[in-house]
C-alpha cells in the first residue's frame, strides 16, 4: 500500500512538472524548464560531492551556456550549478569546524590564488560599476574554490588525477567529434569554422584554446603507461580525433600554443636552467625594443589574412598587423585597456567593467571592420592587460603571481617525482604543457571567467598541491625510518 502511495506522489510530481513546462514554453520561458535539473546538480554537489567533483572533467566540455535562450542571464549548465553547490557545502563544512588541511593554505598557488581573489574584492568597492564587479567576483569564487580548495582532498588518491583527465579529454572527444562532423557538412568551410562547436562552445577561439588544452593530456595518456591493446586504439583513435579538430578550428592561437608547449616540453627534458631562459628572454626582448622600427616595417609586408585556407600561410597571418582584422581589432583592444591602465593606474575600473568603459578609448586610427562600442566581440583579449585595467597594476601582478607559482611548483614536483613512478611522472608533464598551452593563449584571449577554462586550469593546480603534499609525507617518513 505504501509502494503505491510512494508510486502516486511520484506520477502526481511528475504530471505537474510536464504541465508545469508546457506553461512555460507556451509563454516564451521555455528556459525556466531547467530549474529542476539545476536543483539536482546542486543537490548532488552536496550528497555525493566527491562523484560530482569527479564529473565535472567530463562535463565541462559539454557544457551549455542559457544566455542565448534567456534574456542576457548566463549560466553554463550543469557546471556552474554543479559548482556552485560544492561552495555552499564546503562553506557550510567551514562553519561546521571541518576545516581545510592546513598544508593547502601553506602552497603558493593557495597564497598567489588569495591575494588576486582579495585585490579582487577591494576593487570590487572602488568600481565604476560595482553590481557588475562583485557579480564578476562571485562567479570568481564558485569557479576557484571548489576546486582548488576541495580538488586536493579528492586527489589524495592519486589515480583519481589519471581518471580526471582521462573525463576531460573523453568530454572533450565528444565535442571534437560532434564539430567535425557539423563542420564536414560545410565541407570543412573557414567561415563555418567558427561557429560550427556551437552549443558547447560560442566561437572557434574558446574552442581551439580548449582542444590545443586537451592534445597534450590525450598524448600523456597514451606515453604514461602500457596499456591494453583495447585502450591503446583507443587512446590512439582519440589522438587523431584531436589532432584533426585542432588543424580544423582554424585558430591561430591554438596552434603557436601547441608549438609553445612542445618547446617548453624540450627545456623540461633537456633540464635548461631558469637563469639561462631568464637571460635568453631578456636579450630576445631587448633585440625586439631596440629593433621595433624595423620589425614593424617587416610586419607591414605581411599581407596573408587569417581567411586563407593554406595552414603555412595562416600562421604567417598571425603576424598581419597592416590588413587582417582580427589582428587589428586585437591590438585596439589592447590599445584601449592600457589606455584604461593609464587613466586609472593602482585601483582600476573594477573587475569586469572593460566591456562598460573601453568604448570611449578607442582611437579612430584603431577602428577596425569588426569594432564596437557595445563590449559584445569579447573582452581585452588578454589574460594579462584586463586586470591590468580592471584592477590596476596590483591585478597585472596578481596574475602573474598566479602563473609562476603554478609553474615554479609544478616543474620542481616533475623534477622531484620519483623516476620508477613512470605514469605520474609523465602525467605531471601532461598537465604542465596543457597549462603552457593556456597561458600562452592568454596574451592572446582571456577565458578564465568560464567553466571551459577554469574546470580543467584549477583542477590540474589541485592536482599538483595534493601531489607536493603526497611527495613531502613520503620523505618525512623516510627520514623517520
Not at 507556451?26 to 560530482?52: E, F, H, K
Not at 581573489?117 to 562567479?139: D, E, N, Q, R, V
Not at 562547436?197 to 566561437?203: A, I, L, Q, V
Request: hydrophobic fraction near 50%.
Amino acid at each position: 500500500m505504501q509502494a503505491v502511495r510512494q508510486h502516486s506522489i511520484v506520477l502526481l510530481i511528475s504530471l505537474l512538472y510536464v504541465a508545469f513546462s508546457c506553461y512555460l514554453v507556451w509563454n516564451d520561458q521555455a528556459y525556466l524548464t531547467l530549474a529542476p535539473i539545476g536543483m539536482l546538480a546542486v543537490y548532488a554537489a552536496i550528497y555525493y560531492s566527491q562523484w560530482s567533483f569527479m564529473t565535472l572533467a567530463f562535463l565541462t566540455p559539454l557544457s551549455i551556456n542559457i544566455e542565448e535562450y534567456t534574456e542576457g542571464f548566463g549560466l553554463f549548465i550543469p557546471t556552474e550549478p554543479i559548482l556552485f553547490g560544492l561552495m555552499m557545502l564546503l562553506i557550510l563544512r567551514q562553519l561546521q569546524g571541518q576545516t581545510f588541511e592546513k598544508h593547502i593554505w601553506r602552497h603558493p598557488i593557495i597564497w598567489a590564488v588569495g591575494f588576486y581573489l582579495i585585490w579582487t574584492f577591494i576593487t570590487s568597492i572602488s568600481s565604476t560599476h560595482p553590481m557588475a564587479s562583485f557579480k564578476f567576483l562571485l562567479a570568481k569564487l564558485w569557479f576557484v574554490i571548489p576546486i582548488l580548495l576541495f580538488g586536493p582532498s579528492v586527489f589524495k588518491k592519486k589515480e583519481r588525477i589519471n581518471t580526471f583527465i582521462w573525463l576531460l579529454c573523453i568530454g572533450m572527444v565528444i565535442v571534437i567529434s560532434y564539430t567535425l562532423v557539423v563542420h564536414a557538412s560545410y565541407a570543412f568551410g573557414e567561415k563555418e569554422g567558427h561557429w560550427v562547436m556551437w552549443p558547447f562552445f560560442k566561437d572557434h577561439t574558446i574552442y581551439g584554446a580548449t582542444v590545443a588544452f586537451v592534445t597534450p593530456c590525450v598524448f600523456g595518456l597514451y606515453f604514461s603507461k602500457k596499456h591494453e591493446p583495447l585502450t591503446q586504439v583507443t587512446l590512439l583513435i582519440m589522438m587523431a580525433i584531436t589532432v584533426i579538430g585542432l588543424y580544423y578550428s582554424y585558430s591561430r592561437a591554438a596552434w603557436l600554443t601547441v608549438i609553445a608547449a612542445l618547446m617548453v616540453l624540450a627545456a623540461i627534458k633537456l633540464r635548461i636552467k631558469f637563469s639561462l631562459i631568464a637571460g635568453g628572454l631578456v636579450i630576445v626582448g631587448s633585440l625586439l625594443f631596440f629593433s621595433w622600427d624595423r620589425i614593424q616595417m617587416e610586419l607591414e609586408r605581411n599581407k596573408y589574412e587569417h581567411t586563407t585556407e593554406e595552414f603555412g600561410e595562416k600562421l604567417q597571418s598571425a603576424t598581419n598587423v597592416t590588413t587582417d582584422a582580427s589582428n587589428l581589432e586585437r591590438l585596439n583592444r589592447w590599445s584601449c585597456a592600457i589606455a584604461m591602465f593609464q587613466e586609472r593606474p593602482f585601483f582600476g575600473f573594477g573587475p569586469g567593467t572593460y566591456a562598460f568603459e573601453y568604448a570611449r578609448y578607442q582611437k579612430a586610427e584603431n577602428l577596425t571592420i569588426i569594432s564596437t562600442n557595445f563590449g559584445n566581440m569579447g573582452n581585452a583579449h588578454s589574460e594579462y592587460l584586463g586586470p591590468m585595467a580592471e584592477m590596476g597594476i596590483l591585478g597585472l601582478v596578481a596574475m602573474l603571481l598566479i602563473v609562476s607559482a603554478i609553474f615554479y611548483k609544478s616543474i620542481t614536483l616533475y623534477y622531484k617525482w620519483p623516476e620508477k613512478d613512470k605514469q605520474m611522472r609523465t602525467l605531471i608533464l601532461t598537465m604542465i604543457l596543457a597549462l603552457v598551452t593556456y597561458f600562452v593563449h592568454g596574451v592572446l584571449n582571456n577565458y578564465l571567467d568560464t567553466d571551459k577554462a577554469s574546470v580543467p586550469i584549477w583542477g590540474f593546480c589541485a592536482a599538483f598541491i595534493a601531489l607536493e603534499f603526497a611527495l613531502n609525507s613520503r620523505e618525512k617518513n623516510k627520514e623517520l625510518n
